[in-house]
């Protein structure tokens, strides 16, 4: 990747509000996971009335929810989805440049970062999307 | 999402306040199933009070109007809505006792809140949105019921109902699952899992022992258990025992092969007072939530 590149915002990149999986704190699972399926993402966010991110469910949670939760389908598929995300998350500032963006996925060996902005969710960076920036593979 | 614990005030006007929830003291619903007369309604609330104040037991006087889920067509099915909430409103002015009767038609729900403390959606009607509705704007606390066809963790939904038309005054009771026909069977981390929502729980004793239709056109009902499943269903945390009660079961014109018959009542009322502050005590040592699932 070109140090140009590097130094474009993550805004510009970035996939809007609308175009990834988002949920309130209180959707149940089910319709949480049916939003990843919906957008075809291995990730859906999780945010409050105000639209602050408050957690993030992978796909990667799900599974091990499923190996190691031992609560029937039908009570875990009820469950609140804030119960189940990660509230420990990784995010980056929106205006941020994309080599910290990169440098926080390398650190943190993850493919999936949301943009906050005043603590507000705005968009959604992942492995994916910045291929599709950066390296011709079409 | 466990949500804080709410404690629920039952009463209105110059009624005893009843409180629910949390760490307070065991409440007890209770009284015969139907309203049978004004004079026999009055003696049942006599006897019942005596007892709960002598064992310093709040508790809500507990008979219906009419009982719409019966299995013959021709079983009592109560004074009517006229005269029962007739008797249940002058039982209120004499006893000062708050009252609550189930309703099972929407019609019903505004003239039941206008005279009882309490409002009770039966078990068979728990995720009926056009009653769960009406329930709600009567601005009463809502007594709702877990069908026995129900899962506990799926009674959120109708928390969610009722919450969405405005209620926040909740209390929610088990009665027994149907463990195929003719059946019920307790499942007590029912408990645990309906408080989730932050509303208090309820066990209800004396249908949980009840054979559905086990008799052809009536239901039978082992009462022997009652008070096995009374202590298990305190200490698994609940904030209030349902039971109904009857001074001749023989004679009760409904639920007579269910209700506890009245020359019980102190004993078991005793003992459920006595696990549930045993219970709080241990849990001022231990604490409840304890045992992390994963």
């Known amino acids: 990747m070109s140090t140009q590149n590097k130094n474009i915002s993550v805004d510009e990149i970035m996939l809007k509000l609308g175009e990834f999986p988002v949920v309130k704190e209180t959707t149940i699972l089910r319709e949480a996971i049916e939003q990843m399926d919906i957008h075809n993402f291995g990730v859906v966010f999780v945010i409050n009335n105000s639209e602050e991110l408050l957690g993030i469910i992978?796909?990667?949670?799900?599974?091990?929810?499923?190996?190691?939760?031992?609560?029937?389908?039908?009570?875990?598929?009820?469950?609140?989805?804030?119960?189940?995300?990660?509230?420990?998350?990784?995010?980056?500032?929106?205006?941020?440049?994309?080599?910290?963006?990169?440098?926080?996925?390398?650190?943190?060996?993850?493919?999936?970062?949301?943009?906050?902005?005043?603590?507000?969710?705005?968009?959604?960076?992942?492995?994916?999307?910045?291929?599709?920036?950066?390296?011709?593979?079409? | 999402m466990i949500l804080e614990s709410k404690v629920i005030e039952i009463g209105y006007g110059k009624v005893n306040r009843v409180k629910v929830g949390k760490n307070l003291p065991l409440a007890f619903f209770g009284g015969p199933c139907a309203i049978e007369t004004k004079d026999h309604s009055f003696f049942m609330a006599d006897e019942i009070d005596k007892i709960c104040s002598k064992l310093n037991i709040p508790w809500v006087f507990k008979s219906c109007y009419d009982k719409d889920c019966r299995s013959a067509p021709d079983s009592f099915h109560g004074t009517g809505i006229d005269e029962g909430l007739k008797i249940l409103s002058d039982l209120r002015d004499e006893f000062g006792i708050p009252v609550v009767s189930d309703f099972s038609d929407v019609n019903w729900a505004k003239p039941t809140g206008e005279v009882c403390d309490m409002v009770q959606v039966p078990a068979y009607l728990c995720r009926q949105t056009s009653i769960l509705r009406v329930a709600a704007k009567t601005n009463r606390v809502v007594h709702l019921k877990k069908g026995q066809f129900m899962s506990p963790w799926n009674m959120k939904n109708s928390v969610r109902k009722l919450e969405s038309h405005g209620c926040n005054q909740i209390i929610l009771t088990d009665r027994g699952t149907f463990l195929g026909y003719g059946a019920l069977v307790n499942d007590m981390t029912c408990f645990p899992i309906m408080k989730r929502t932050g509303y208090p729980v309820c066990f209800d004793a004396t249908h949980s022992i009840q054979l559905p239709t086990s008799m052809g056109n009536i239901s039978g009902g082992q009462r022997e258990f009652i008070p096995y499943l009374v202590r298990a269903a305190v200490s698994c945390g609940i904030n209030a025992l349902f039971m109904e009660t009857h001074n001749n079961p023989k004679l009760a014109l409904s639920d007579s092969n269910t209700v506890l018959d009245l020359k019980y009542l102190e004993n078991i009322l005793h003992q459920a007072k006595i696990v549930h502050e045993t219970r709080l005590e241990i849990l001022d040592k231990f604490g409840e939530d304890n045992v992390h699932p994963e």
């Open chain 1, 58 to 138: 992978t796909a990667g949670d799900i599974t091990r929810k499923l190996l190691n939760f031992q609560k029937p389908t039908p009570a875990l598929f009820i469950d609140d989805s804030i119960d189940h995300a990660n509230k420990d998350f990784n995010y980056i500032e929106s205006g941020s440049e994309i080599s910290l963006a990169l440098e926080i996925c390398k650190k943190m060996k993850i493919w999936d970062l949301p943009v906050i902005k005043n603590k507000k969710l705005v968009g959604y960076l992942n492995f994916h999307t910045l291929a599709d920036r950066f390296l011709d593979i079409n």
